[in-house]
Nanobody, 116 residues
């Protein structure tokens, strides 16, 4: 089992920045890939940024150049630095992890609200 806990969401004005954190615990060794997703009201959950099993990063076109995913393996924590935030970035942001056996884990989500 893997437990994921997000933090760092909040209310920010357009153009501002936030950094989300995702602390992982449990069977960390079983994780092959991790990422950040978001879900806005009335919309489907979408991938924002991710680390592949090989360590490469991937970003949604809408956040390229503004968001950066990173991790601190010593702290078992993944981050999402979000800059130049736009009202369209308003959503609940979820941390996810996939195991080598293709089991998926999700955090509880953290709300990000960007005011215009």
């Amino acid at each position: 089992q893997v437990q994921l806990v997000e933090s760092g969401g909040g209310l920010v004005r357009a153009g501002g920045s936030l950094r989300l954190s995702c602390a992982a615990s449990g069977s960390i060794f079983s994780i092959s890939a991790m990422g950040w997703h978001r879900q806005a009201p009335g919309k489907q959950r979408e991938l924002v940024a991710s680390f592949s099993s090989g360590g490469s990063t991937n970003y949604a076109d809408s956040v390229k150049g503004r968001f950066a995913i990173s991790r601190n393996n010593a702290k078992d924590t993944m981050y999402l630095q979000m800059n130049s935030l736009e009202p369209e970035d308003t959503a609940v942001y979820y941390c996810s992890a996939s195991s080598w056996t293709r089991r998926d884990y999700w955090g509880q989500g953290t709300q990000v609200t960007v005011s215009s």
